[in-house]
Every structure is written in structure tokens, then in C-alpha cells.
């Protein structure tokens, strides 16, 4: 399927038969023949005309995302984090996560700018990036396929994007940031611009670790269109792997190996909560199918009927859902990363099948994002709401100076409360393998973030909060099944009389030396 050079056009598709009616009659069908390039008036005109669409569609889309502060934990993680850097905090070091820095330096950098009251200016961004990759599916399959592929694959990316609970879907979190540089590391191996095809991956892994699943399809065109491939091989490590040492440097390599890679061992463990990550899989994946109802079945039909001629889009949908799978957590937004290799299978399928394929594709679509546009808008965010009766109760009860442990999932509390964290640890999750809401019996001290334990200890020794929340409801991750929280609280802090929804706020009573 390769060609020899950068600016040449993938190959003819075959001749196909397509099924026309109930009789199960067949007739020829021909893929339209992709096209030379388009001269620069006519290619002006083309984005002229479709880039206004595709804004408008992608602020659309995402208006539900405008409606909330805050949408799940891992906006709260990021502002925090935000908050910590700016204040002078070093990541990996006193400001800590599982992920690589992109998305912590973007948030940080958008505080420095806009304030760090407000997360609007980060919805604009997660807007652009929708938008962007819209634009490069766009791009790609009109390269492939031709115009009217090109406006297919951008108008059926937009429409499919929000296909999740709002939560994963509308939130400013790392999938929506990580599938521009998926896209683009695709769309240049594609031309045979190998360097930057690097470059791109090596920004979605810098985004999220999981991006580095589009290495993949990279390879392939590679191997199948690259002359010579040595050279092309040492240009798309070059891009790649130049970033990524200049994230570690930047943050520490032992550090930066330690909390993107080595670290999660636990966190990746399938052991001691199936049934409850394996129904979260599956929910997901029925949301995710319902979205993309009107993609699935010409996909499916033409697979069973023709070659596409998009060896490195399956082999791109094939390691996407392979990064989906890892970590054993089937998360909503994890999903995200399918959504592009899937509209351009489906932009293909629909040049093969006959037109009222096309106009069902587009019609079911656009009927499923409208279900999930009207969720966005109308449901309601409980948790949220707890969030926001803590936070208020942590500002009632401590001073803007005063350090504070929340002992839960929900590090947003800090960030809504004005609070500055005790710990560099900003959930239970860290130190306790809670993390990504595990339910079963690999939750305890034992399974937190190797070392994590001692340097929490010493912070709250140093520096202890002036007030602890008990924010764990009844989750396996509570103080009474924790030896050293359990025996911080009995000697140094009194449970105040009332809850909040269920929380339980401690009060210091004596120096924590004592």
C-alpha cells in the first residue's frame, strides 16, 4: 500500500462488489481513485470552505464542558498540580504523578496567563485540540480518499468525540490532548516526514504513555514506503527520542523513569478487583459502540467484502486498543484514543459503499452525538457537588496559610477550598493502590507507590495539617484499615462533631511531636 516518496498518493483500491438489494443482486462498485494533489487555489478553497464547519462543530460539541468547574478528579489532579508548580514546587520530586509533564506544564502555563480561579481557558484548548484533529483526519483521508473523504472523516471525528459519559468525554484531560499528535504522527509517517512523525509521537508520550501505542502504524509505513530505511529510521528516532530525554532532564531521569514507567506496577495489576473493572469495560465499550453506530457497520461491511487498502489504520486501531487494555482499568476516557483510527476506516468504507450508506452514517451519528451532547447539558455531577460542600467546609475551618490533608479520590477539593495540600501525595490513591477506583483486596499500605510511605509520614511530621478530611466513605482505602493514618488520628487530631455528606474533619489538638 506504500509508494515510493513523500509526496506521491497511496494506490488504487480493487474493484468491489456491494450487495444492492433484498434480492441480494450485486453490482461493480468502484473506490474513487485518490486524487493528484489539488493546486493552491483549489486546496484554499476547499479548507475555506470546510474549517469554519468543523470550529463550529467542535465548539458545539463541546459546550457541555463549560457548564461544570470541574468534570472528573484528574481536572482537580491537574489543577493542583498547576497550583503547586507555580508556587514553586518540581515535578516528580514535591509535585507528583503517574503521568508524563505535558499536560501539568500546559495547565501551569494557562494559570501563569488567565489565573488559576477558572479551567475555562483550558476548555478552549481541549476545544483547539478537537478541532485540530479534525482537521488532520480531515487531511489524511482526503489525501487517501479524496475531498468528500476528507470532510467525512472530520465531520464523523467531531460527532463521535463526545460518545462517553461527559466525564471522560468533556473533560480537559490527557486523551483529548494526546490525539493531535496521534493523528499528525500518522498523517506525516503518511508523506514520508519521518522526523516530524517522531516528534508527534514523542508528544503524545510525553502526553500520556499510552501514545506511544501510534509508534506503531509509524513503523509500518515505514518499513512498507520509506527509501532508504535506514535514514528514515534514524529520523523518526531523532524526533522521538529527543523530546522524551529532554522531559527526563528536565524533571530528573530517575525521577521521570521512576513515576511514567516503573512505577505503576501495582496500578497496572489486574489481581483483586475483575468483575468490577471488567463491568466498567463493558459499559464503556457499549457507550463507545452506541456513538459509533453509524461508523461500525460500514466498516464491518466493507471488511467482509474488500480490502481497504489502510493496513497501517488497522494495525493503528490494533495497538490503540491494546493501550485501552493496559493498566487493567477501562476507563472512559481511554476510549478516546480509538475514535480516530475508526473514522478513517470508516471514511474508506463509505467511498466503496453507495451514498445512502453515507447519508445513514452521518444521520445515525449525528442522532448519537445529540444524545450525548443532551447528557453533558442536562445531567447532574453529584460528585461534584460533594466537592463543593467540602471544599466550603475546609475554607469555614482553616486559614488561607493553613496546610491540609483530604483523604480521598477527589483531589479538586484542594483546588475548590483554596487549601494548600499537606502532602505531595494529592489522593489515597498513591499510597494506598486505590487508584483508579480498584475494588478488591490488593488495597492497603503494602500496595502503595513504592516508598511513598515514609516520605508521607515525614511530611505530615514536618509540616501536619491543620485539619485532616476523612473523605473516604466506607471505601477499602478508610483510616481504620491503615496502621499509620490510624494511629496519626488517635494521637494528634479529634473528629469534629457532624459530617460532611458522609466526610468525617479532624482537628489538630497537639503538636504532632508531642
Not at 486546496?43 to 468534570?71: E, I, K, M, N, Q
Request: charge should be positive.
Amino acid at each position: 500500500m506504500g509508494t515510493a516518496g513523500p509526496d506521491s498518493v497511496l494506490p488504487v483500491h480493487r474493484t468491489l462488489v456491494e450487495s444492492a438489494a433484498p434480492s441480494r443482486s450485486v453490482r461493480a462498485s468502484r473506490v474513487p481513485r485518490p486524487r493528484a494533489a489539488p493546486g493552491p487555489g483549489r486546496c484554499a478553497g476547499y479548507w475555506t470552505r470546510l474549517l469554519p464547519a468543523l470550529a463550529a462543530l467542535a465548539v458545539l460539541t463541546r459546550l457541555p464542558s463549560f457548564r461544570h468547574p470541574l468534570w472528573n478528579p484528574d481536572e482537580g489532579y491537574l489543577a493542583v498540580q498547576a497550583r503547586q508548580l507555580a508556587a514553586g514546587g518540581a515535578l516528580y520530586d514535591t509535585v507528583v504523578d503517574r503521568k508524563p509533564p505535558l499536560l501539568p506544564w500546559l495547565y501551569e502555563a494557562a494559570f501563569a496567563v488567565f489565573g488559576d480561579t477558572s479551567l475555562s481557558p483550558l476548555r478552549l484548548a481541549a476545544v483547539g485540540a478537537q478541532l485540530l484533529t479534525a482537521v488532520l483526519l480531515a487531511s489524511t483521508a482526503r489525501r487517501r480518499w479524496g475531498d468528500r473523504a476528507g470532510r467525512v472523516a472530520g465531520v464523523l471525528h467531531l460527532l463521535v468525540s463526545i460518545g462517553l459519559n461527559p466525564e471522560d468525554a468533556q473533560a480537559a484531560t490527557f486523551e483529548v490532548f494526546m490525539l493531535p499528535f496521534t493523528v499528525a504522527a500518522v498523517r506525516c509517517a503518511d508523506r514520508g516526514h519521518w522526523g516530524r512523525a517522531g516528534l508527534a509521537v514523542a508528544g503524545a508520550l510525553l502526553t500520556k504513555q499510552t501514545g506511544g501505542a501510534t509508534l506503531v502504524p509509524v513503523l509500518w509505513l515505514l518499513w512498507r514506503t520509506a527509501a532508504p530505511r535506514r535514514s528514515a529510521l534514524l529520523r523518526t528516532g531523532v524526533g522521538l527520542c529527543g523530546p522524551v530525554l529532554l522531559g527526563a532532564l528536565a524533571t530528573g531521569p530517575s525521577r521521570f523513569l521512576f513515576w511514567t514507567v516503573t512505577g505503576s506496577g501495582a496500578y497496572a495489576s489486574f489481581t483483586g478487583s475483575e468483575l468490577h473493572v471488567l463491568a466498567r469495560g463493558l459499559v464503556n465499550t457499549a457507550l463507545l459502540a452506541t456513538a459509533c453506530a453509524g461508523l461500525i457497520p460500514p466498516v464491518v461491511r466493507v471488511l467482509r467484502i474488500a480490502r481497504t487498502g489502510a493496513a497501517d489504520v488497522w494495525l493503528w486501531l490494533a495497538s490503540s486498543a491494546g493501550a485501552v487494555l493496559v493498566g487493567f482499568h477501562f476507563f472512559g476516557h481511554y476510549y478516546l484514543q480509538l475514535i480516530p483510527p475508526l473514522v478513517l476506516l470508516a471514511a474508506a468504507a463509505l467511498q466503496i459503499l453507495p451514498p445512502y450508506r453515507l447519508t445513514s452514517a452521518l444521520l445515525a451519528s449525528a442522532c448519537g452525538c445529540a444524545l450525548f451532547l443532551c447528557w453533558g447539558l442536562l445531567a447532574p455531577r453529584p460528585e461534584l457537588a460533594h466537592a463543593e460542600r467540602l471544599a466550603a467546609a475546609v475554607r469555614a475551618r482553616t486559614a488561607p496559610q493553613e496546610p491540609v490533608l483530604v483523604w480521598g479520590i477527589h483531589p479538586e477539593t484542594y483546588w475548590l477550598a483554596g487549601r494548600t495540600p499537606a502532602t505531595r501525595y494529592l489522593t489515597a490513591g498513591l499510597l494506598t493502590n486505590y487508584s483508579g477506583g480498584r475494588d478488591g483486596p490488593q488495597v492497603g499500605e503494602k500496595y502503595g507507590v513504592d516508598g511513598s510511605w515514609p516520605v508521607f509520614r515525614a511530611e505530615l511530621t514536618t509540616r501536619p495539617p491543620a485539619l485532616i478530611v476523612d473523605d473516604s466513605r466506607g471505601k477499602p482505602y478508610a483510616p481504620e484499615r491503615l496502621p499509620s493514618l490510624r494511629r496519626l488520628l488517635a494521637a494528634h487530631y479529634e473528629p469534629l462533631a457532624g459530617t460532611v455528606d458522609g466526610a468525617v474533619l479532624y482537628v489538630r489538638t497537639q503538636p504532632a511531636g508531642d
